[in-house]
């Protein structure tokens, strides 16, 4: 009962916040300089070409009244038109939300598989060759550009052993699946060295604090002691932070769609921003807070899990 | 321990930097324009001719092979189609797709220098201009089968006319009315005279459209859903993904288009459609940087193609704030620009310096008396010093698109050049849009922009810098009243020889007034598989896909 009615809290909370965000990224976007119009027709446009377009577009009304129609429709499920596709913003973000999804699952689950096991070996073998080894991966797995690595996947696995597609997005979910593969181990290098060194400086954290002692004292098997005392509790800061990386990841990695030619959710962003698409930008803006803060709602609520001690 | 570990980290990094440069057959992410020795460009590539028929064998030779050809062709682009519709269409971004399903009356010949009919067998033009006719290609039909009716050509042109969202509306407006008075003959009245009419029947806003279809597929789905008589219809449109074509049945050429399948990749990364052809998921690879080609030409299963381009890389300066607001200054920095240096180094030789906006493809109407001075860096700092500066202590800043390498590259080479003759030039790279609102408010000084021309009469171009209201004389700010009262002139003009003379002269005041400083007109470059046959593109940019054939 105490947890429906912070989770209903803290669902309400979400209005302000969001209505806040609405009102933000309305004004932000018209604050920088360009012209949608002006942007759309390129920079031989005939001047009456622009002005007759901005018409059309609706740019010039009132801005409190720009404000309010796009209001009126979000709340009635209507996220707009695109200023530069002509088409409804909800036939162009659903296709391309499946896609940054799926990278983003992908991308986790391999952080997942390959962080969790090295950083706890590392933080068991602390200060030994394996633990050192480990660390130094990291490091370079972070200090490498994901362009790069991307690229030279796609040399490797791609041109040279034809194992997957060199970029673009397959047509069956075979296709789709393997086409993510790429993309997904290049993504998850950052986030990987960022949980595995995460997760072996809990495990060795945990592992001299004096229950782990007295579990051990008490004749609890080495395995039980590994999974239940330091491992459970080394994972409750490293699944938050797998929790946060994962809501950054939803933003859409503009690098890795771009290298990769997926038409993923962080390209709609950044193209809709070059284009001045207001509708796109603000519909995205949107739901990417809504992400984030249902994100942050269940990494809190996670945390109650992993550890007991924390109450709702 | 420390130092094994340091030694391993090392030896990580020179690894990965090895792999990463990998050998000269490997490819390499593409590096920015750095000084080259020019290549020379290759000559444009002549259309291949299918293989003949393998002949019979004889008993004392052996047979040999008939070659096959694969059914599907794909073509890596960097951008998608925005619209699909000729009348929403914004310019080769749209064209480059639109031109395998619609045609035109006319169209430039691959090398612009004349008309060709398409849809059009023969033409003629009324004394008074005002009254065009066309004998139409018998049976034209299109894609699904229907006859392409005297309404349909009506409907098309006066959408092409009054649809208020076109941005081309400027090469239709003229158009008064539009009839069938007799079999395969279309007859179109203009309003009033205008001599470029000719050239912009070849525009994309002017094609035949079914109206039945648009009736029935409604305004919003026409965007996605185009029915024309080109060679080709359109099966599937998966924005920024692929679109894939197939063979119209009904097209009036019989065999053509030779292949019957088209597909478009969409690759938004150059390094990645790079590896797309090395790795044979695409065929051809259009307008790939010219820093690429090298790596093209390396590959034992890929070669470049270049073709020449009405592509013009233009300087503009801002002609009413400091520093250019002087002639004097504009005169001099004449003189210490080195366009062939700026081709050589931005363009690796794929381009040529010229001195007037208008394309040399454009014959008569293109001055060739204009030349730009012999390089002279001490000159052009006399001329400096004698209007009144001292060089070294006078400078100024470009503004180029942060998003297109080759402008920053073109202001690099310029900054150097200018600061042999004491004026020190700053390069500031902007967003497209925010460049776009900098130069449409007049309140940059300089900016590199570029101009193609499709057709074959510089009446574009002429409109878009001599007509003040359209664009402040192309972002100079230069407002010369008789240079603008020439123009209109000249698209009244009916007699060749004078409209001839008349946009001579206009190029000559152009040239004079130093703003509007012409660079280079660069090739278009493409990366082709050694499987592809009878690759041409226009100097407007259009690919003969209908003639593109791919060996098995």
């Not at chain 1, 284009?275 to 796109?280: F, K, Q």
């Not at chain 2, 694969?70 to 914004?90: H, N």
């Not at chain 2, 193609?452 to 171009?461: E, F, I, K, R």
């Amino acid at each position: 009962m105490a947890q429906l009615n912070y989770l209903f809290k803290r669902l309400l909370q979400m209005i302000p916040v969001l209505f806040f965000v609405t009102v933000l990224i309305f004004t932000m976007i018209r604050l920088i300089p360009g012209d949608p119009a002006r942007t759309l027709l390129g920079e031989m446009a005939l001047e009456e070409d622009v002005q007759r377009l901005r018409e059309l577009m609706g740019l010039n009304k009132p801005y409190t009244t720009q404000y309010f129609i796009w209001m009126k429709g979000i709340l009635t499920g209507d996220l707009g038109r695109s200023l530069v596709y002509k088409m409804p913003v909800k036939d162009m973000i659903l296709p391309r939300l499946r896609i940054t999804v799926g990278l983003t699952f992908l991308s986790m689950i391999f952080a997942v598989i390959l962080s969790f096991p090295l950083g706890y070996m590392a933080g068991k073998n602390k200060d030994k060759f394996g633990d050192q080894f480990i660390r130094v991966t990291a490091l370079a797995a972070i200090s490498m550009p994901s362009f790069w690595v991307g690229l030279l996947l796609m040399i490797l696995f791609g041109v040279k052993l034809h194992w997957f597609p060199v970029g673009g997005w397959g047509e069956t979910p075979a296709e789709q699946f393997r086409s993510l593969v790429l993309p997904a181990l290049t993504s998850c290098l950052m986030t990987t060295a960022l949980l595995m060194r995460n997760l072996r400086n809990s495990v060795v954290d945990i592992s001299i604090l004096d229950y782990v002692d007295f579990a051990r004292s008490k004749g609890i098997t080495e395995t039980r002691v590994s999974t239940m005392h330091i491992l459970r509790n080394a994972l409750i800061t490293t699944v938050t932070l797998l929790m946060m990386r994962m809501a950054w990841m939803l933003g859409g990695s503009v690098i890795i769609e771009t290298v990769f030619s997926l038409p993923g959710m962080g390209k709609l962003m950044i193209d809709s921003i070059f284009g001045r698409d207001y509708a796109v930008v603000q519909v995205l803006v949107l739901a990417f807070s809504l992400l984030v803060i249902l994100m942050n709602l269940i990494t809190d609520i996670l945390y109650s899990f992993l550890d007991p001690r924390v109450a709702l | 321990m420390k130092k094994a570990l340091a030694l391993l980290l090392a030896a990580l990094m020179v690894v990965s930097l090895m792999a990463g440069c990998g050998s000269k057959n490997e490819p390499a992410p593409a590096a920015p324009a750095t000084p080259a020795t020019p290549s020379t460009p290759s000559t444009p590539a002549t259309p291949a001719t299918p293989a003949t028929p393998a002949a019979p064998a004889t008993p004392a030779a052996p047979a040999t092979p008939a070659v096959e050809y694969d059914d599907t062709i794909v073509i890596g682009e960097v951008t998608d189609a925005l619209y699909m519709s000729p009348w929403e269409a914004l310019g080769s971004q749209d064209t480059k797709y639109q031109n395998n399903i619609y045609e035109h009356l006319v169209t430039p010949a691959y090398d612009g220098s004349k008309m060709e009919g398409q849809l059009a067998e023969s033409w003629e033009i009324s004394e008074d201009g005002l009254t065009y006719t066309f004998k139409l290609r018998p049976n034209l039909k299109f894609s699904d089968g229907s006859d392409v009716t005297e309404e349909d050509w009506q409907w098309s042109f006066y959408r092409a006319r009054d649809y208020q969202g076109s941005n081309a509306l400027t090469r239709s407006e003229m158009i008064d009315t539009v009839s069938m008075p007799e079999k395969d003959t279309l007859v179109i009245t203009l309003k009033y005279a205008c001599p470029p009419f000719i050239s912009y029947c070849s525009s994309y806003n002017l094609v035949v459209a079914s109206k039945k279809h648009f009736e029935e597929v409604g305004e919003e789905k026409f965007i996605e859903s185009p029915m024309g008589t080109g060679p080709y219809f359109m099966t599937e449109w998966k924005r920024n993904e692929h679109m894939y074509f197939e063979a119209n049945p009904y097209y009036w050429n019989e065999g053509e288009p030779k292949t019957k399948y088209l597909k478009y990749n969409i690759v938004s990364d150059e390094n990645t459609r790079y590896l797309q052809l090395q790795g044979g998921t695409i065929d051809l690879a259009p307008m790939i940087p010219n820093t690429m080609m090298a790596q093209v030409e390396a590959d034992p299963n890929l070669h470049g193609e270049t073709f020449p381009s009405t592509q013009i890389r233009t300087m503009v300066l801002n002609t009413t704030i400091a520093p250019f607001n002087d002639p004097k200054l504009r005169e001099a920095l004449r003189y210490a620009t080195d366009k062939q240096e700026i081709a050589n180094i931005v363009a690796l030789g794929y381009a040529k310096p010229v001195a007037s906006s208008i394309p040399s493809a454009h014959g008569d109407f293109f001055n060739k008396n204009i030349k730009d001075p012999e390089v002279d860096y001490e000159k052009a700092k006399q001329m400096l010093i004698d209007a009144g500066y001292t060089p070294g202590q006078i400078g100024g800043v470009i503004n180029v698109s942060a998003t297109q390498a080759i402008y920053t590259d073109i202001a690099t080479v310029l900054k150097s050049q200018w600061a042999k003759a004491g004026f020190e030039l700053t390069i500031e790279p902007l967003e497209s849009a925010t460049l776009s609102e900098k130069t449409h408010s007049l309140s940059h000084q300089a900016c590199i922009y570029q101009w193609t021309d499709g057709g074959t009469d510089p009446a574009s171009l002429l409109g878009f810098i001599c007509d003040y209201t359209e664009s402040s004389h192309w972002y100079t700010g230069l407002d010369d009243k008789d240079l603008e009262a020439m123009y209109w002139d000249s698209q009244k003009e009916i007699n060749y020889e004078k409209r001839v003379e008349l946009i001579n002269k206009m190029q000559e005041i152009i040239y004079a007034e130093h703003c509007i400083i012409p660079i280079f007109q660069a090739d278009y470059t493409y990366g082709v598989s050694d499987k592809i046959q009878g690759l041409n593109v226009s100097n407007g940019n259009r690919v003969n896909t209908y003639q593109l054939l791919k060996t098995k």
